[in-house]
């Protein structure tokens, strides 16, 4: 089975159907070698110029719905594609990389692809799109209506939690204070101890 057959078969599992052909042809024009990964906390995916390979390496979460995953793909392979045409010393989220991902993205953005509750949030991300789709809050809270939900799940987004509430992250507890730009000052009851933590964790409301 060639490289492109193999792709093909991961992403006709976890990509809208109508994407499938565009990926792999992004993946023709610059090849590189795809993995799925175990859930990360810190990032979505992972793209990592290495000059002493010839074939360069991405990798994705293995658990993101199929809209997540098919804008990290497309965010992941822009860095390997403006690292191509710009050279290894831009900036890994600079001008180049975000006219490339702009450029990359374009061609997708309908509703063939991306439901039209996707589709308005993701059309104003890309016009000046972040390091990471997570620091578009109102973005990712219409991507997580199509996340696998569990029938007793109870975990909500802190931003949704009231200031003064307290919940369970990680197994500890914390207050919700103020939120300052894209994270929330909490306090570790236990310790006192203060920290910034990101609007879109996911925590546990305590009872």
């Not at 792709?7 to 994407?19: C, V």
């Not at 191509?84 to 010393?89: A, D, K, M, P, Q």
């Amino acid at each position: 089975m060639s490289g492109s057959d193999q792709l093909r078969q991961i992403l006709s599992k976890r990509i809208p159907s109508f994407a499938v052909d565009y990926a792999v042809d992004l993946w023709e024009k610059e090849q590189f070698s795809f993995q799925t990964t175990a859930s990360r906390k810190t990032k979505l995916g992972d793209f990592r110029f290495r000059s002493d390979r010839t074939i360069q390496t991405i990798t994705i979460n293995a658990d993101l719905n199929p809209y997540q995953f098919l804008l990290t793909y497309i965010h992941e392979v822009a860095h390997l594609h403006a690292y191509v045409r710009y050279g290894r010393t831009i900036a890994p989220h600079g001008m180049e990389w975000k006219s490339t991902f702009q450029r990359l993205m374009f061609p997708i953005l309908s509703t063939e692809i991306f439901p039209i509750d996707l589709l308005i949030p993701l059309r104003k991300h890309m016009s000046n799109p972040k390091a990471s789709s997570s620091r578009d809050l109102f973005l990712m809270k219409e991507m997580s209506k199509y996340d696998e939900k569990s029938i007793h799940s109870d975990v909500i987004f802190l931003s949704d939690l009231k200031p003064g509430s307290r919940f369970l992250l990680s197994g500890r507890e914390f207050e919700k204070g103020e939120t300052r730009r894209t994270r929330v000052l909490c306090e570790e009851i236990n310790s006192g101890r203060k920290y910034l933590i990101a609007q879109m964790a996911k925590v546990k409301p305590s009872a």
